[in-house]
């Protein structure tokens, strides 16, 4: 009678085997994830330290040489025919700035801005335009599309826009019978 059950105490010594090495195998793929990704972040951490002495070293060589260029340390000034050449930029800056702290000032009440692109067409030379997208709500006695004339009007008038721009022109409305809001589009030229 001892046969039956030696064989069902190796069924048992063999099953507790397996589940010890499956739990020392589980342990083992545990450990080597681990260390693996701690070895991939401090991998990637020395390389990022490589890298920016690099670029430190790479910075200090060019320092040192504007430096060896300018030892005597008096201001650049540019001679009259480049300064001639950047001046209608930083004017431009300033008629821009104008340009747009007058905008809101024109604007009717009601009227709200959705889109302003500058040089919409990508043009490198000469003539550029302002487009302003806008919605106009007016109350129900004015009708929208006296609205939206008025407001170009307005626009087309303004010493600051007539300074900068020779025509403005409405290019498109749009408005629905169940709202009182007006869609529109200018183009300053």
């Known amino acids: 009678?001892?046969?039956?059950?030696q064989v069902n105490f190796r069924r048992e010594d063999f099953r507790r085997e397996r589940a010890e090495s499956r739990r020392r195998a589980l342990g083992l793929g545990v450990r080597l994830a681990y260390f693996g990704v701690l070895a991939l972040v401090l991998g990637l951490y020395f390389l990022n330290l490589t890298e920016l002495r690099s670029r430190t070293r790479n910075l200090d060589r060019h320092l040192a040489r504007q430096r060896a260029l300018h030892l005597d340390d008096a201001p650049w000034t540019p001679p009259p025919e480049e300064a001639s050449l950047?001046?209608?930029?930083?004017?431009?800056?300033?008629?821009w700035r104008d340009l747009l702290a007058r905008l809101p000032?024109?604007?009717?009440e009601g009227t709200r801005l959705?889109?302003?692109q500058y040089?919409?067409?990508?043009?490198?030379?000469g003539e550029r335009?302002?487009?302003l997208h806008g919605v106009l709500r007016v109350d129900a006695r004015r009708d929208r599309m006296a609205g939206v004339t008025d407001l170009v009007a307005i626009v087309a008038r303004d010493s600051v826009f007539a300074s900068r721009f020779k025509s403005v022109r409405l290019v498109s409305t749009r408005s629905r019978q169940d709202s009182p809001d007006a869609e529109f589009e200018l183009e300053c030229r």
Not at 86 to 95: G, K, Q
Not at 119 to 125: I, K, L, Q
């Open 119 to 125: 040089n919409p067409d990508g043009v490198s030379g």
């Open 86 to 95: 950047a001046e209608p930029w930083v004017s431009d800056l300033a008629r």
């Open 105 to 108: 000032q024109l604007m009717p």
């Open 129 to 131: 335009k302002l487009v």
């Open 114 to 116: 959705t889109g302003l």
């Open 1 to 5: 009678m001892n046969a039956p059950f």
